[in-house]
């Protein structure tokens, strides 16, 4: 995506802007179009803040929403300079209708939005770098890189966001920045921890720790001190899959007995109120989320012979089987998440004994299939609602990919092992 | 109620264990060193070894028999025939010592949903203590837990790794210090 220009070709071609600059009309009208992305070019900086500007430029090209245009490194300094003016009609030249300028200092960096076309700064801000946490720095500069694209599209950027995910190698869950840097573990050594969730807030996570206090506890693990807290009423049973209430206050989780799995849901904010949703038996009941406002919960339920989506009201009233299947023709479907909005959920269904990840619209009631090549499972969305990371074994192992559901485009997070079961945070304020 | 008599049950039993032989539950450690069940060595003839304790011998075999761990296919949790004679042979001990608790961990090959394995594990362990039930074991006495696709005996993909690891593993957690004999 990232698109790096011949400067010497460019210099000559000032038609080149004269095309862009009436390209870019369509967007200066105000209405974003994710099918539209703008050029963005994001100018030299001064040396101390080289990290900040290629972070910031990394973010840009994975927001998806921008034809990032890289700068040559050599030479362009001197013409572009810095605290000088800025030379907008060369960078028009590169097709780019916006600029973004990192200046200033590590304690006093300035975000400079330039519109190319107007050639004015259509907004800035200045902030210190944080650099006492570890990985904090890091995330100020995401921070910024979102701000970024709030002005220039209107919608949120996902930079400063953070994966969960499962290693499959000492089956602790870990971290990572959703660019891939900053992996660490968070749940302690030497416990079997699987499905991991995220407060809405980001202060903490839940997870089932395998063996211990039961056979299958939820733990609640805050984040900023390492506190783990059993959640009440899963020493019994195995009690699996568990996810927040957008109001951080509930969890809804699969209770799994000799006789069945059934939904719960308890009060996490007072330790109490348990609260079952399915009476289900002989039936196995997994993997519930809560819709964004709280009011509906989608889960799998195998209570028609296979594995499928199902919907529920958030008190266990009306239930549905929500994704349409064939019964015998259409595969197993595991693993469902709704996007921000709630207007759609994604899945992973089995196409010839293989997952792959699909969307389902719930106004249109439209079934996508989204990858086809390996497997491709477990995912879950970012908080922008298009991107959606999943676990592909299509280079090998399996591995972390967020796809880009509006360009189609896949990127890997590496991580050393494999890694199983993501999710996805909300954007994480200060601290988080 | 069903889901509250099963809490109980198992309360009491993990108490019991934990005062008794603390060893017998240990915390799930990762990892194939930590797996509880290794497949059981070859039957050795009384000849090949030095003399030993009779008692401690037969002691060996019943512990072997207990924790030999049975199989299924993909994606199932019936008992298979070959299963079912193992499963007869553990009874049969069962039943001779009224004293001996177990706990059953159900497994599941990686494939399939991670999260759906760990539904598996549960059935194919409740498998296995309905049929214990059906010879007249009280329920009590077992414990079970699914460790759905997360313990692998064998880490491979391919389908020989996969058959070994739909498995159930038999784990004493309580009475086996001395163990009668079946007659």
Redesign the interface.
Known sequence: MTRAVALAGLMATLVGARIAAAQDTVRVKGVYDAAIRPGIVVLPSPAELDSVRAIIARDLDYSDRFEVISLPSAGEIAIAGTGTAINYPLYRSLRASLAVEVSGTRADVTIRLHDLLTETVRQETTLPLDVSGQGEARMEVHRLSDQIVQWATGRPGVAATRLLFLNNG??RIYRVDSDGYGIAPISPA???A??PAWSPDGSRIAY?Q???E???TIILQSLGTGTRLVVPSTT???N??PSFSPDGRRLVFS?????A?NLYTVNVADLCCVERLTTGRFA?N??PVYSPDGRRVVF?SNRSGS?QIYGMAADGTDQELLVPFDYGSSG?S??PDWTPDGTMIVF?REYGGN?QIVTFDLATRTLRQRTSSGRN??PSFAPDGRHVVFVSNRTGRGQLHVLDLETGRVRQVATSGVA??PAWSRPLGRGR | MRIRSFALALVVVVTACGKKQPEAVPMPTPGPSSTPAPPPPPPTSPNSRPATDPNAEARADLLRTLQEPIYFEYDQDAIRPDAQSTLERKAAILLANPGLRIRIAGNADERGSDEYNLVLGTKRATAAKRFFESKGIDGSRIDIISYGEERPVDPASNEGAWAKNRRDEFEITAGGDRLVKPQ
């Open positions: 000492d089956k030497n416990v079997l699987v499905s089932t395998l063996g211990g039961g056979p299958g019994t049973g195995q699996i899959t209770k799994m007995t000799e006789q799995a196995e997994l993997s799998v594995p197993n595991f693993a992973h997952p499972e477990d199983r079961l």
